[in-house]
């Protein structure tokens, strides 16, 4: 009877355990966007409202990210959305450079790019 009561109190711990850990990781893993050599790892990512993203540089090459698009591919539109959080020019020049954008306090949907490659979006659906 002991040993069944000791193998339910570890298995008690051990939930304990992974819930505490998962809890703060999932909320910052999820909201990382990475940038390649001439484009966002993925176009686009949902929040919840409140939340920032994070974006990572896994390459050496240089990016600005603003506010805004490029439409067709090839013609840049820069804009600032109603309630996006502002990113004037924000540089990448090395590789593993992080920068954060947010909190997204307003729910909507957001565009970033890159102006220097053409193409280059992020949208951010914020609910």
Do not use: R
Request: with cysteine; net charge neutral.
């Amino acid at each position: 009877m002991k040993k069944i009561v000791g193998i339910f109190a570890l298995l008690a711990l051990l939930t304990l355990f992974a819930a505490a850990c998962s809890g703060g990781v999932a909320g910052t893993t999820g909201n990382t966007i990475g940038l390649t050599n001439d484009n966002f790892a993925q176009s686009s990512i949902t929040i919840k409202k409140g939340g920032s993203i994070t974006l990572v540089n896994q390459s050496s090459t240089v990016h600005i990210i603003a506010n805004g698009s490029w439409i067709n591919g090839n013609t840049p539109d820069p804009k600032l959305e109603p309630g996006a959080p502002v990113v004037n020019n924000m540089m990448f020049s090395s590789a593993n450079q992080t920068e954060t954008i947010g909190p997204f306090n307003t729910s909507g949907t957001f565009h970033y790019y890159c102006s220097i490659h053409p193409g280059m979006n992020l949208t951010v659906v914020v609910q």
